[in-house]
């Protein structure tokens, strides 16, 4: 992936603040499309029962062709032991259908399979007719007759089927080993993130984490060496808008900070193990009194520097960011410490590096004297 430039300062975004990811496509298995399976038919080696009328109508002892057209019923017998499971078998994961959509092309695939097709190509991956129209409705219905023909004569393959999609869906689940992380920005605590989203890996993986109910997923900036830096901060899912084209923007605040244990790759995206970044909580009532002034101090010192800003830099920081949070009764109450701390952080004119030496920090006394440091410094250029 690579990510946006370093932007010297915050109120440089576009208005629509949508953060952009760019690379090349991450191709799944789709050359297992190829392999085009059997559709549902009729065994040659199954028989045929022909029900027959009474015949009353004869000439000269020759049946009428005619007549025995109509009087006659040909009834197909299913064949002894059900469905061969090979007949039912996606061509592109090689395994029973579970949730078989049908196309308007005639062809079948499981849900989540024809999904990750249509994140990188708006077509059939069989016959590669043009399914734009089909994306942009997402109009995603279970094809009921083969699912029930599933259930009903492949019940065993169908419910083993079932519990590698579970399994499956519990491993996506879990927020502290292999979660997905999105390499492109900065993201804190409590401050909107509006993302654009239109690459096939990122798109697989919003998708997941609405599939799975977790709404969750990692922000990290990249890291040359690495990929990805050792700190970042959890994307809470708020809504996502899809277009028409596969594209989606995707409303995010952040969550929790964490620190990456491990890296890893999933499908073309980067996960991570790791552990979530709590506060050190001050308990000498002497030393709390001191964080109590420090951040009094400087949340007045913020706010005098906000109000200086020129009314264009001032007003695109409201836009994108909204209004800076008011002061909390107990700056201890959370682990991530006062809100209005990361919306400054988010707004500073600062390099992502700096940035990220406060977001790791686990000491609000600290995270304090590193915003006053920066304040001190951009107020004397302004009143130079």
Not at 119 to 125: G, K, L
Not at 178 to 204: D, G, K, Q, S
Not at 209 to 228: A, L, N, Y
Request: glycine fraction near 6%; include cysteine.
């Amino acid at each position: 992936g690579k990510q946006n430039p370093a932007q010297s300062s915050a109120w440089t975004h576009s208005d629509e603040g949508l953060k952009r990811v760019c690379s090349a496509p991450q191709l799944g298995d789709q050359e297992k499309g190829s392999l085009l399976k059997r559709k549902l038919s009729v065994s040659e080696t199954e028989h045929s029962v022909l029900a027959n009328g009474n015949n009353k109508h004869k000439k000269q002892g020759v049946t009428s062709n005619n007549h025995r057209a109509r009087k006659t019923r040909m009834y197909r017998i299913f064949p002894e032991g059900g469905l061969d499971p090979n007949d039912v078998e996606c061509s592109l994961c090689m395994r029973l259908f579970y949730e078989p959509v049908t196309t308007p092309c005639g062809h079948t695939f499981c849900k989540s399979c024809l999904e990750r097709c249509l994140d990188h190509m708006p077509q059939c991956p069989l016959c590669k007719e043009s399914l734009k129209e089909y994306l942009a409705s997402r109009n995603y219905i279970v094809t009921a007759l083969l699912d029930t023909l599933i259930k009903q004569y492949l019940g065993d393959e169908y419910e083993e089927r079932s519990k590698v999609h579970q399994e499956e869906t519990r491993e996506l689940s879990d927020l502290t080993k292999n979660v997905p992380i999105f390499v492109c920005t900065m993201a804190y605590p409590t401050v909107p993130c509006p993302l654009h989203v239109f690459e096939p890996r990122y798109r697989l993986m919003i998708r997941r984490c609405m599939d799975t109910g977790t709404r969750q997923f990692g922000m990290c900036i990249s890291d040359p060496e690495k990929g990805f830096v050792d700190y970042g901060c959890m994307l809470i899912v708020r809504s996502v808008h899809f277009l028409p084209d596969g594209r989606s923007v995707v409303d995010t605040i952040g969550g929790k900070r964490f620190h990456v244990l491990s890296r890893g790759m999933k499908d073309g995206y980067s996960t991570a193990n790791i552990e979530h970044l709590e506060d050190t909580k001050v308990e000498d009532s002497g030393d709390l009194l001191r964080l109590q002034e420090l951040h009094d101090a400087v949340y007045e010192q913020a706010c005098v520097w906000f109000q200086n800003l020129k009314n264009r830099f001032r007003n695109q920081i409201l836009q994108h960011f909204g209004a800076m949070p008011e002061q909390e009764a107990n700056i201890q109450a959370t682990t991530n410490g006062p809100a209005w701390c990361w919306w400054l952080l988010a707004v500073l004119p600062i390099d992502p590096p700096y940035q990220l030496s406060v977001l790791s920090l686990t000491s609000l006394r600290d995270r304090l004297v590193k915003i006053q440091h920066i304040l001190t410094y951009l107020q004397s250029i302004q009143n130079n």
